[in-house]
């Protein structure tokens, strides 16, 4: 299993454009990919879930991914935090 | 008239034409056994198919031109149409309630979409209406009665509605759209970001106001002060007729301008960055073609309030200004209260001098305590984007260090709590007493930029109090000493190699263009709406006109003559 944390720098947070490229990337990996914030955990699957999280531009989120492809799987979200989101 | 919130500029003047949705009701009856449970599960999935592939096949529908914004709200409803907890969701109605498909997806939606609107997210509540969409979408095909409406519209149609869904603003035939106004929605709505990209002039959230216009009124709908009028008299449309053509030209003018580099035409480039007050102003920044914050004034974060805000509250009013910053630098000047500017909550006794008082910096190098909270809410934002910091009304070398040395000390507890921070965020100084202008040699070799505010700087020099009628006349930013003073912090600025700009009036005022950029300025800091006309300025002169402008300005001896010269060579 992997685990890691973001702070959300796309100032909009996590909206609905970038979770349906989350969940677009999420449907490439085996692995079970969930996102956690504070208590909350649920499923990288749902527009539903992913939006009534209210994820805002300066939260840290945590990323947990278990499967057999995790590590490649990790380092597409990690992309996906750093580099893709700004541009969402 | 009907005020509502303006979410795409621009004048539209139309006949209304009214849409309406008819609600979908339940229909109250119950399966009856498993092989029906079953059934309407899968005319459920059925229906969710038929809904994503006829959103597919708008989205390969060429003649539409869509937009890419719009494109990927298409996306992002096929994302909500296949949501697995949507389904789980309505399966477990179907299966455990005994609801027919349509109901159990109306009672679904219907706790969604209280859910969603109940939040306190202004872009969360606008979710709400994308929810409904994609549920009415499903319905659709659950139930053959409801009809979608793809119209075509008549010549210089203004759409009114309660709402406008994203697929309505998507599919329906705009050519002959001036406008909308709906009496729900917000600015984050994804109708308001589709009339936005398509240049539509829009107004949401006016409220039961609309219910009063029947089909065809006459309608002048104002998208940027967010204003409607039903049957206008003629000299009304005359006004509105007129402002929609000077919107037209301007806004023509702008967007040619707002991608052209401000470079002149002997290819000196120069910085365009606004003055801004608030995070909100950072939209009309880059619509101008602004390049970053050369001013970002902290005043309102600590007025219309009862208390001095805390450190987190500075922190998330800066953290949020940086997020938007798109990686262009962000001066924050430290707070500039005193003088004219005072806080009810902080009780300053009044002074015979003001201007001449205890004010900005002098008051942070005395109440520590306060300097060093919004230093350490500045640092902590600075992780978000380049954010500078600049101390106002720095009168002698003593003040920098000391105020160096407390940014240190903010620096230092950030280290202590492990609160990550830009460890070398540059440091910058207001030059607008005499003293500090004078002394513009030794100040440069303690900071990282100058900034030259004219307003002050012009009053303290002349010893004008500009507020004064009776001698405002007096007031000149063109009196020759204090040209001399802004021409020598230009100049040894350059020398010590730190940067310069300006962010007082003098940056945008249009006749003063050619003679700063001659003294060697090249970053000016102003209102966001100055920006075009000064980049105007710029791109269409050559840095020798203006080397040669400086030259003969320096050698006049009264103000009369300068402007009189400047007046002559701008025009």
């Known amino acids: ?88 | 008239m009907i005020k509502g919130i303006g979410v795409s500029a621009g004048i539209a003047i139309g006949k209304a034409y009214i849409i309406k949705k008819s609600e979908a009701a339940l229909t109250g009856f119950l399966l009856k056994n498993d092989a029906e449970v079953l059934a309407d599960i899968a005319r459920f999935d059925k229906a969710v198919g038929i809904a994503i592939n006829e959103i597919e096949n708008i989205k390969q529908n060429t003649s539409l031109a869509l937009t890419d914004d719009a494109i990927s709200i298409l996306e992002t409803q096929i994302e909500f149409l296949s949501d697995p907890q949507l389904r789980d969701d309505v399966v477990e109605k179907i299966t455990t309630a005994k609801r027919n498909a349509s109901d159990a997806l109306i009672e679904v939606t219907a706790a969604n979409v209280h859910l969603f609107e109940s939040m306190e997210d202004e872009y969360l509540r606008a979710r709400a209406i994308d929810i409904q969409d994609i549920s009415n979408r499903i319905l659709k095909y659950l139930n053959k009665s409801e009809q979608g409406h793809k119209q075509a519209f008549e010549p210089d149609t203004i759409i009114i509605a309660e709402d406008i869904s994203p697929s309505d603003t998507i599919t329906m035939d705009i050519k002959h759209v001036n406008g909308f106004a709906t009496q729900a929605g917000s600015k984050t709505s994804h109708a308001a970001i589709i009339a936005r990209s398509k240049g539509i002039p829009a107004i949401v959230g006016c409220g039961d106001g609309l219910t009063a216009i029947k089909n065809g009124d006459v309608i002048i709908l104002d998208g940027a002060a967010g204003s409607l009028f039903i049957s206008p008299d003629k000299q009304l449309t005359d006004d509105y007729t007129q402002k929609r053509t000077e919107y037209i030209a301007r806004s023509n003018k702008l967007k040619q301008l707002k991608e052209v580099p401000a470079v002149t035409t002997d290819g000196t480039a120069v910085k365009l960055l606004a003055n801004i007050s608030s995070a909100v102003d950072m939209d009309d920044v880059f619509d101008n073609g602004g390049e970053g914050v050369g001013l970002l004034r902290t005043e309102l974060l600590f007025m219309n309030r009862d208390s001095f805000p805390t450190e987190d509250e500075q922190f998330e009013f800066y953290r949020d200004i940086a997020l938007r910053s798109m990686g262009k630098s962000i001066i924050v000047r430290t707070i500039d209260i005193g003088g004219d500017k005072q806080l009810s909550y902080f009780g300053l006794p009044a002074e015979q001098n003001p201007f001449l008082g205890y004010r900005a910096i002098r008051i942070c190098l005395d109440r520590t305590d306060l300097f060093v909270t919004q230093l350490k809410a500045i640092l902590r934002a600075s992780v978000f984007g380049d954010l500078k910091i600049m101390f106002p009304m720095i009168s002698n070398v003593q003040e920098v260090r000391a105020a160096k040395i407390i940014l240190e000390q903010a620096k230092n507890e950030l280290l202590q709590d492990n609160i990550s921070f830009k460890a070398n965020i540059e440091v910058g100084i207001m030059i607008e007493i005499p003293s500090a202008a004078i002394t513009a040699d030794i100040l440069a070799k303690e900071v990282d930029f100058f900034s030259i505010g004219t307003n002050d700087l012009c009053q303290y020099t002349l010893a004008v109090d500009r507020m004064n009628e009776k001698i405002s006349h007096l007031y000149d930013p063109f009196n020759p000493a204090v040209l001399r003073l802004i021409n020598y912090v230009i100049d040894q600025a350059r020398r010590h190699k730190i940067h310069v700009s300006m962010c007082g009036e003098m940056a945008s005022d249009p006749m003063a263009t050619l003679l700063l950029l001659g003294m060697g300025l090249t970053e000016f800091s102003m209102n966001a709406a100055a920006i075009p006309e000064i980049k105007q300025s710029i791109i269409h002169t050559y840095v020798s006109t203006a080397k040669d402008i400086y030259n003969k300005v320096m050698a006049m001896g009264s103000s009369q003559n300068i402007i009189r010269f400047l007046q002559e060579v701008t025009t």
């Open chain 1, 1 to 88: 299993m992997i685990t890691k944390d973001y702070i959300i720098t796309a100032p909009q947070g996590l909206h609905a454009r970038p979770a349906t490229t989350l969940i677009r990337l999420a449907k490439n990996y085996t692995s079970a990919i969930s996102l956690k914030k504070g208590d909350i955990t649920v499923r990288l699957n749902s527009m539903l879930n992913i939006l009534s999280l209210t994820i805002k531009g300066g939260d840290t989120i945590s990323i947990i991914i278990e499967g057999e492809d995790e590590t490649t799987a990790a380092e597409a979200v990690d992309l996906f935090f750093t580099e893709q989101l700004k541009g969402l």
